[in-house]
């Protein structure tokens, strides 16, 4: 994730240390390179993996997440926020809401104050693992507390793994899988409007992409860009973008330069034209992950 001027990794997974709770900073230069990694000050209050974050109003919100693909793991409800300090370090997180059950492998979009949270999984065990089809949406206070959910209709099929990304008042989810083992992925892209009165309009498809899972999205301008994430019978390295035009409408997906290297399980941001991925595995099968980083001039149309 990016916030201002800095780049943050904030828990995981990783061969070495397995989950854990460390959050790491690093300056961005003008040049859009890295300075040195540092840690944080605080780190998470507990390990975590397949949460999601948020930024809203300069403070990180980490919903949900898993500790472990075990028998005896746990999934988190809770919503943890943090302000780094102008020298881009974090000092402490606190909890600021709770999530209407525990979630991971879900996904997190909002617009102005409004979360949406969409699909997941209430635990995450080798023979226990179900994806829902639940749709939650809570209001961020002017405080930053998070208030409490509401549960709005459902989505067309159980998802998990998919990306949720809003522009203007749609919201347009890419993806994922309707079942956790054995995958069952989805080629399908769905939109839904923000009403008037903070719900959503049912989910409806509006296209098609390459179906996979543990994927990355981003949003330039008005464009969505989906990036590589895990195919049937391969790990992707190819990168798409379609535009959003003034009326709402997803145009269709080009392809543009691939990454180096095929990735899932990866993260990507934006900052000054430039679309950046890191971390990930690169092949099935393996615990391997990348300290790589990758970045993509985007000219906006």
């Known amino acids: 994730m990016v916030l201002g001027d800095y780049i ?18 690093a300056p961005l230069t003008s040049e859009g ?14 390990k975590l993996q397949h949460h999601m974050v948020a930024i809203h109003k300069g ?5 949900g997440g898993d500790n472990g693909f075990w028998d005896g793991s746990e999934v988190s409800s809770r919503i943890l926020r943090a302000v780094p300090n102008q020298q881009g370090d974090i000092t402490e ?31 995450f065990r080798p023979n226990n693992t179900t994806v829902i089809d639940k749709v939650f949406t809570a209001t961020i206070a002017a405080d930053g507390t998070v208030g409490d959910f509401q549960e709005l209709v459902p989505f067309p099929t159980p998802i998990g793994w998919v990306t949720a990304t809003t522009v203007d008042n749609r919201i347009f989810a890419v993806s994922g899988t309707a079942q956790f083992r054995p995958s069952e992925l989805l080629d399908q892209v769905w939109v839904a409007d923000v009403q008037v ?25 008005r464009t969505v ?9 391969k790990v992707l390295s190819t990168v798409e973008a379609a535009t959003v035009d003034d009326q709402g409408n997803l145009g269709s997906w080009t392809e543009l330069p691939p990454l180096p290297e095929s990735r899932y399980a990866h993260a990507a941001f934006v900052h000054n034209g430039y679309i950046y991925v890191s971390g990930g595995f690169i092949k099935y099968g393996s615990n391997e992950t990348s300290t790589q980083i990758f970045r993509l001039p985007f000219e906006q149309g």
């Open 225 to 233: 860009v989906a990036i590589a994430g895990g195919a049937t019978n």
């Open 93 to 123: 997180w606190v909890d600021v809401g709770e999530l209407p059950e525990p979630l991971t492998i879900h996904a997190v979009t909002s617009l102005n104050n409004q979360l949406y949270i969409l699909g997941g999984s209430n635990t």
């Open 197 to 221: 009165d903070k719900t959503l309009s049912p989910f409806e498809p509006v296209g098609t992409i390459t179906a996979r899972q543990r994927h990355a999205t981003v949003l330039v301008d």
């Open 8 to 25: 943050y990794v904030i828990g995981g997974w990783n061969e070495t240390k397995g989950i854990h709770e460390d959050v790491f900073f």
């Open 59 to 63: 403070a990180f919100y980490v919903f």
């Open 33 to 46: 390179t890295f300075g040195d990694w540092q840690d944080t000050t605080a780190p998470l209050p507990l």
